[in-house]
Protein backbone atom coordinates (compact mmCIF):
# COMPACT_ATOMS: atom_id res chain seq x y z
CA UNK A 1 0.00 0.00 0.00
CA UNK A 2 0.55 3.48 -0.12
CA UNK A 3 2.00 5.27 2.39
CA UNK A 4 0.77 9.13 2.90
CA UNK A 5 1.47 11.64 4.81
CA UNK A 6 -0.43 15.23 5.67
CA UNK A 7 0.50 18.18 7.03
CA UNK A 8 -0.40 19.78 9.29
CA UNK A 9 -2.21 17.33 11.39
CA UNK A 10 -4.54 20.09 12.57
CA UNK A 11 -4.98 23.73 12.75
CA UNK A 12 -7.01 26.22 14.26
CA UNK A 13 -7.42 29.38 12.01
CA UNK A 14 -9.30 32.44 12.18
CA UNK A 15 -12.12 33.44 10.18
CA UNK A 16 -10.82 35.31 6.66
CA UNK A 17 -7.31 33.35 6.77
CA UNK A 18 -5.79 30.97 4.25
CA UNK A 19 -4.63 27.56 4.90
CA UNK A 20 -2.66 25.48 2.81
CA UNK A 21 -2.77 21.33 3.21
CA UNK A 22 0.16 19.18 2.16
CA UNK A 23 0.08 16.01 1.39
CA UNK A 24 3.25 13.37 0.47
CA UNK A 25 3.15 10.19 -0.77
CA UNK A 26 5.99 7.52 -0.94
CA UNK A 27 5.52 6.57 -4.23
CA UNK A 28 4.28 8.12 -7.61
CA UNK A 29 1.26 7.52 -8.14
CA UNK A 30 -1.39 8.12 -11.07
CA UNK A 31 -4.62 9.58 -9.08
CA UNK A 32 -4.68 11.93 -6.09
CA UNK A 33 -7.91 13.32 -5.08
CA UNK A 34 -8.76 16.19 -2.87
CA UNK A 35 -11.71 14.72 0.17
CA UNK A 36 -13.92 16.76 2.78
CA UNK A 37 -15.19 15.16 5.67
CA UNK A 38 -17.47 17.97 8.04
CA UNK A 39 -18.29 16.98 11.38
CA UNK A 40 -20.27 13.71 11.88
CA UNK A 41 -20.89 13.76 8.25
CA UNK A 42 -19.97 11.50 5.07
CA UNK A 43 -16.31 12.31 2.74
CA UNK A 44 -17.27 14.91 -0.25
CA UNK A 45 -14.88 14.36 -3.14
CA UNK A 46 -13.54 18.04 -3.40
CA UNK A 47 -11.50 17.63 -6.51
CA UNK A 48 -8.95 15.38 -8.61
CA UNK A 49 -5.79 16.50 -8.71
CA UNK A 50 -4.12 16.67 -11.87
CA UNK A 51 -0.38 16.75 -12.57
CA UNK A 52 1.02 18.92 -14.46
CA UNK A 53 -2.42 20.63 -15.13
CA UNK A 54 -5.62 22.66 -13.50
CA UNK A 55 -7.28 20.32 -11.16
CA UNK A 56 -10.77 19.21 -11.85
CA UNK A 57 -13.50 20.25 -9.22
CA UNK A 58 -16.88 18.36 -8.05
CA UNK A 59 -20.40 20.58 -8.56
CA UNK A 60 -20.30 22.83 -5.75
CA UNK A 61 -16.51 23.27 -5.43
CA UNK A 62 -14.56 26.11 -7.40
CA UNK A 63 -10.71 27.03 -7.51
CA UNK A 64 -10.80 30.48 -6.45
CA UNK A 65 -11.58 28.55 -2.96
CA UNK A 66 -9.62 25.61 -3.01
CA UNK A 67 -6.37 25.65 -5.41
CA UNK A 68 -4.97 22.85 -5.79
CA UNK A 69 -1.37 22.35 -6.65
CA UNK A 70 0.28 18.76 -8.01
CA UNK A 71 3.60 19.54 -9.19
CA UNK A 72 4.58 16.12 -9.59
CA UNK A 73 3.61 12.56 -9.34
CA UNK A 74 4.29 12.33 -5.29
CA UNK A 75 2.78 15.62 -3.68
CA UNK A 76 -0.13 17.69 -4.04
CA UNK A 77 -1.56 20.83 -2.07
CA UNK A 78 -4.93 22.10 -1.00
CA UNK A 79 -5.20 25.74 0.15
CA UNK A 80 -9.06 26.60 2.09
CA UNK A 81 -8.67 30.82 1.03
CA UNK A 82 -10.62 33.04 3.07
CA UNK A 83 -11.86 30.24 5.49
CA UNK A 84 -15.01 30.83 7.37
CA UNK A 85 -16.42 28.69 10.58
CA UNK A 86 -18.72 26.40 7.84
CA UNK A 87 -14.87 25.17 6.50
CA UNK A 88 -13.93 23.75 9.38
CA UNK A 89 -13.62 20.27 8.28
CA UNK A 90 -11.26 17.41 8.18
CA UNK A 91 -9.65 17.35 4.77
CA UNK A 92 -8.25 13.99 3.21
CA UNK A 93 -6.27 13.27 0.49
CA UNK A 94 -6.29 10.08 -1.35
CA UNK A 95 -4.31 7.57 -4.06
CA UNK A 96 -4.40 5.61 -6.36
CA UNK A 97 -2.66 3.84 -8.86
CA UNK A 98 -2.42 1.02 -11.52
CA UNK A 99 0.22 -0.49 -8.96
CA UNK A 100 -1.94 -0.73 -6.33
CA UNK A 101 -4.68 -2.28 -8.33
CA UNK A 102 -6.53 1.08 -8.73
CA UNK A 103 -6.96 0.67 -4.90
CA UNK A 104 -7.86 4.24 -2.93
CA UNK A 105 -5.44 5.21 -0.05
CA UNK A 106 -6.70 7.85 2.53
CA UNK A 107 -4.01 10.10 4.18
CA UNK A 108 -4.59 11.10 8.31
CA UNK A 109 -6.35 14.03 7.56
CA UNK A 110 -5.91 17.42 8.92
CA UNK A 111 -8.46 18.37 11.12
CA UNK A 112 -9.48 22.32 10.27
CA UNK A 113 -11.36 24.28 12.81
CA UNK A 114 -12.29 27.81 11.86
CA UNK A 115 -13.31 30.41 14.33
CA UNK B 1 -25.92 10.61 -10.68
CA UNK B 2 -24.43 7.74 -9.15
CA UNK B 3 -25.20 7.36 -5.42
CA UNK B 4 -24.82 5.21 -1.99
CA UNK B 5 -27.14 4.85 0.96
CA UNK B 6 -26.31 2.81 4.13
CA UNK B 7 -28.44 2.48 7.20
CA UNK B 8 -28.58 4.69 9.88
CA UNK B 9 -26.58 4.47 12.87
CA UNK B 10 -25.75 4.34 15.62
CA UNK B 11 -25.69 0.42 15.69
CA UNK B 12 -25.25 -0.77 19.60
CA UNK B 13 -24.18 -4.83 19.64
CA UNK B 14 -22.51 -6.94 22.55
CA UNK B 15 -19.33 -9.08 21.81
CA UNK B 16 -19.66 -12.00 19.44
CA UNK B 17 -22.99 -10.80 17.93
CA UNK B 18 -23.76 -10.92 14.10
CA UNK B 19 -23.45 -7.66 12.44
CA UNK B 20 -24.99 -6.49 9.30
CA UNK B 21 -24.74 -3.13 7.82
CA UNK B 22 -26.80 -2.24 4.84
CA UNK B 23 -25.74 -0.52 1.68
CA UNK B 24 -27.61 0.34 -1.42
CA UNK B 25 -26.09 1.69 -4.57
CA UNK B 26 -27.47 3.75 -7.47
CA UNK B 27 -24.76 3.56 -10.66
CA UNK B 28 -24.91 3.22 -14.32
CA UNK B 29 -22.54 0.55 -15.43
CA UNK B 30 -20.91 -1.61 -13.63
CA UNK B 31 -19.27 0.04 -10.64
CA UNK B 32 -16.82 -1.55 -8.11
CA UNK B 33 -17.71 -1.49 -4.46
CA UNK B 34 -15.90 -0.50 -0.84
CA UNK B 35 -16.04 -0.91 2.90
CA UNK B 36 -14.08 1.79 4.17
CA UNK B 37 -13.31 1.57 8.18
CA UNK B 38 -12.49 4.46 10.42
CA UNK B 39 -11.45 3.99 13.69
CA UNK B 40 -11.68 6.43 16.58
CA UNK B 41 -8.82 8.81 16.04
CA UNK B 42 -7.47 7.19 13.08
CA UNK B 43 -7.88 7.45 9.44
CA UNK B 44 -9.90 5.43 6.66
CA UNK B 45 -8.56 2.32 5.72
CA UNK B 46 -9.96 0.07 3.13
CA UNK B 47 -11.60 -3.05 4.90
CA UNK B 48 -12.67 -5.19 1.53
CA UNK B 49 -13.42 -4.39 -2.11
CA UNK B 50 -15.84 -6.36 -5.02
CA UNK B 51 -15.32 -5.31 -8.27
CA UNK B 52 -18.12 -7.20 -10.03
CA UNK B 53 -21.58 -9.51 -9.71
CA UNK B 54 -21.55 -11.90 -7.08
CA UNK B 55 -18.18 -10.84 -6.13
CA UNK B 56 -17.24 -11.53 -2.41
CA UNK B 57 -15.09 -9.38 -0.51
CA UNK B 58 -13.57 -10.48 2.68
CA UNK B 59 -11.18 -9.08 5.80
CA UNK B 60 -10.90 -9.58 9.56
CA UNK B 61 -14.21 -11.79 9.38
CA UNK B 62 -16.26 -9.43 7.62
CA UNK B 63 -17.97 -10.10 4.53
CA UNK B 64 -19.87 -8.43 1.66
CA UNK B 65 -21.00 -9.44 -1.83
CA UNK B 66 -21.85 -7.99 -4.92
CA UNK B 67 -25.44 -8.56 -5.75
CA UNK B 68 -26.61 -6.52 -8.80
CA UNK B 69 -30.29 -7.43 -8.67
CA UNK B 70 -30.42 -5.71 -5.49
CA UNK B 71 -27.76 -3.40 -6.51
CA UNK B 72 -26.46 -3.92 -2.66
CA UNK B 73 -23.30 -5.01 -0.84
CA UNK B 74 -23.85 -5.53 2.86
CA UNK B 75 -21.68 -5.62 4.85
CA UNK B 76 -21.74 -8.51 7.83
CA UNK B 77 -19.76 -10.26 10.38
CA UNK B 78 -20.32 -13.54 12.36
CA UNK B 79 -19.32 -12.11 15.56
CA UNK B 80 -18.09 -8.44 16.14
CA UNK B 81 -15.19 -7.91 19.17
CA UNK B 82 -14.85 -4.41 21.02
CA UNK B 83 -12.12 -3.52 18.93
CA UNK B 84 -14.46 -3.96 15.61
CA UNK B 85 -15.87 -0.22 16.97
CA UNK B 86 -15.53 1.89 14.38
CA UNK B 87 -17.58 3.98 11.72
CA UNK B 88 -18.09 2.07 8.53
CA UNK B 89 -18.15 3.75 5.10
CA UNK B 90 -20.00 1.79 1.83
CA UNK B 91 -18.78 3.39 -1.49
CA UNK B 92 -18.54 2.73 -4.86
CA UNK B 93 -16.10 4.00 -7.84
CA UNK B 94 -17.70 4.31 -11.27
CA UNK B 95 -17.04 2.46 -14.43
CA UNK B 96 -15.84 5.85 -15.67
CA UNK B 97 -12.59 5.23 -15.14
CA UNK B 98 -11.91 8.72 -13.25
CA UNK B 99 -10.72 6.64 -10.35
CA UNK B 100 -13.56 9.07 -7.57
CA UNK B 101 -15.56 7.03 -4.78
CA UNK B 102 -18.61 7.68 -3.89
CA UNK B 103 -19.63 7.43 -0.35
CA UNK B 104 -22.31 6.21 2.01
CA UNK B 105 -22.90 8.43 5.14
CA UNK B 106 -21.05 5.94 7.49
CA UNK B 107 -22.35 4.00 10.38
CA UNK B 108 -21.13 4.14 13.64
CA UNK B 109 -20.52 1.04 14.96
CA UNK B 110 -20.36 0.76 18.93
CA UNK B 111 -19.57 -3.31 20.57
CA UNK B 112 -20.24 -3.51 24.01
CA UNK B 113 -18.40 -6.05 26.41
Known amino acids: SAVISQKPSRDICQRGTSLTIQCQVDSQVTMMFWYRQQPGQSLTLIAT?????????ESGFVIDKFPISRPNLTFSTLTVSNMSPEDSSIYLC????????????FGPGTRLTVL | GDSVTQMEGPVTLSEEAFLTINCTYTATGYPSLFWYVQYPGEGLQLLLKATKADDKGSNKGFEATYRKETTSFHLEKGSVQVSDSAVYFCALKGSSNTGKLIFGQGTTLQVKP
Open chain 1, 94 to 105: SVGSRQHNNEQF
Open chain 1, 49 to 57: ANQGSEATY
